[in-house]
């Protein structure tokens, strides 16, 4: 049995089909309660069915009822509730055995093959190479490696991909500024172009040339392709470093300039002649045909590509690579691009439903109560770096995905650094390692892992939260939204700290009870554990 939910699920699916529906299981959704009396687990199965078969949903529920076997499943009783809910309640050694299996899995613990291996691409960050990354970059970088790391946990065979944008006139002019500011190393005057990049960054670039080249490139107009690759190579260099620092990694580097030294480019803009047509010596794509307000330039009219074409032949070579589902993971400001890109794919004979893209949108900082927007040390935006710096990478990777990666975020960078119950990662952190501390407390004990003695509400409720744990990782996934399992680590650290308050674990005076309590804390712990890393968070043994 996958868990508790599955098996109540699978005893569903046998009777309705007792009753003469098919139902796959996937269909029969099951919730948990809110509220106790109306039992441990819920379903509107009933109710979804009532249409099909013609009846009303309380007499199906009966009718399902009565196909019920609750002993396969060790439900204690079911109920018609309402309009037609069936409310499920277990039976209380159905959670308590939940204790060894949470153990006997381990690290295992809420890992499933709902993802039955399928080969998935998720492009996140994809800063250009051109200068530091920003909070926007940062946010993109912690729901992205938080859903890959779900995914993968779902049983997905997740790619993780970084496309670098190193082509066109963004490179160019980082080109020019790193030329000019190697000048004003070498003590020559220069000026950064007005549409250059005038940070700090690029001064130690610069520097960086210097320090390999000497004077040597000081003819710079002979020298731009060195200070365009240099230039986007030690940018890069420096964007992995900060990244690796933030815990986030990636599987593939794809370059655009690469994919038109390929001629990738050129093969896409012929695989989609179909759907263009020519005008005043420009190619349009016709994406008016989906709804799109005009039909975007492909081809100028002085020959030169637009910035959609690459992204079209980019996500060809995806799809070339054998993945069935593409999520790309970008800012708030790409909406209109998405209509635009599906038409494309459907233009080159792909299933447009197979691209998915998150959007993340922005993030404002807060300190002393008023927005903070310069960063002091450099009069700049604040980079992911120095946010990094100032208050942790957990901090700054649970706080980006507490909420929708598609609602607008306010980061309180006080309460963030707060060593408090007020700062979400420090108390969920803290309840870690609470858990880690009674655990060595009782080292003395040997651990019962049957859970038959406990019987206290708080007991209880941990055990459903833990239960809840795997259902959670897999809504997750299938949603694409990192931030339940955020929601989820506040909820068991709420229930572990209620039980803590209302249960003495190591009770010397009742060696049985103190045994299985520490069964479920270590049950607690390996759960906690395995949902902070799903979000690239550390759960500390001591703080």
């Known amino acids: 049995m996958d868990n508790i939910e599955e098996s109540v699920k699978l005893e569903f699916q046998k009777a309705l089909k007792k009753i003469g529906v098919d139902v796959g299981i996937e269909d029969i959704v099951i919730e948990h309660s809110k509220i106790k009396e109306h039992g441990d687990l819920a379903t509107n199965i009933a109710m979804r069915m009532a249409k099909q078969l013609k009846k009303a949903p309380v007499a199906i529920a009966n009718d399902i009822i009565e196909c019920f076997d609750k002993e396969t499943c060790n439900v204690l009783k079911l109920e018609v509730a309402g309009p037609g809910f069936i409310n499920v309640f277990l039976k209380n050694d159905s959670l308590q055995s939940l204790i060894k299996n949470v153990i006997d899995l381990g690290d295992n613990y809420g890992r499933s093959n709902v993802g039955e291996n399928k080969k998935i691409n998720v492009e996140y960050v994809s800063a250009n190479p051109t200068g530091e990354l ?83 490139l000081i003819d710079v107009e002979n020298h731009y392709d060195l200070f365009k690759s240099e230039g986007i190579r030690l940018n890069l260099d420096r964007i992995k470093n900060d990244l690796n620092e933030f815990g986030v990694n990636f599987d593939v580097f794809t370059s655009e300039q690469w994919l038109r030294d390929q001629g990738l480019v050129e093969k896409a803009m012929k695989d989609i002649i179909g759907s263009t047509y020519k005008q005043d010596n420009a190619v349009f794509l016709k994406t008016t045909e989906d709804g799109d307000d005009k039909d975007r330039v492909l081809v100028k009219s002085d020959g030169s590509y637009t910035y959609l074409v690459p992204d079209i032949a980019y996500h060809r070579y995806k799809y070339e690579r054998g993945f069935e589902t593409i999520i790309d993971i970008l800012g708030a400001d790409h909406h209109g691009y998405i209509s635009r890109l599906k038409y494309a794919m459907k233009a080159l004979g792909k299933d447009p439903s197979s691209i998915e893209i998150v959007m993340v ?183």
């Open 361 to 543: 949108q922005m993030v404002r900082l807060f300190k002393d109560g008023q927005e903070y927007k310069m960063s002091k040390r450099t009069g700049n935006a604040v980079s992911m770096k120095e946010l990094v710096e100032e208050v942790g990478k957990d901090a700054v990777r649970f706080f980006f995905v507490t909420r929708s990666a598609s609602s607008h975020l306010d980061f309180d960078l006080d309460l963030a650094k707060t060593m408090g119950a007020t700062n979400p990662v420090y108390y969920c952190q803290y309840s870690h390692a609470r858990l880690s501390t009674i655990l060595e407390s009782g080292n003395t004990y040997e651990i019962d892992d049957k859970g038959d003695l406990l019987n206290e509400e708080s007991e209880r409720n941990l055990l459903k939260i833990i239960n809840e744990f795997p259902a959670t990782v897999k809504d997750a996934g299938l949603t694409r939204e990192p931030y339940k399992i955020t929601i989820y680590i506040r909820k068991l650290a709420n229930a572990i700290n209620e039980f803590y308050t209302l249960c003495r674990v190591l009770d010397p005076s009742n060696v049985p009870l103190t045994k299985q309590r520490l069964g479920l804390v270590k049950a607690c712990k390996i759960t906690l554990n395995n949902a902070l890393k799903l979000i690239g968070v550390s759960a500390p043994d001591h703080m």
């Open 134 to 216: 920003h909070l926007g970059h940062a946010r993109g970088a912690a729901v992205g490696d938080s859903l890959t790391r779900i995914l993968s946990f779902c049983g997905f065979d997740v790619t993780r991909e970084y496309y670098i944008n190193d082509a066109g006139n963004q490179v160019n002019n980082l080109a020019y500024s790193v030329a000019s500011r190697y000048l004003q190393q070498n003590g020559i005057e220069a000026e950064v172009p007005e549409n250059g990049y005038h940070g700090a960054d690029i001064i130690g670039v610069a520097k960086k040339i210097k320090d390999q080249y000497g004077d040597k």
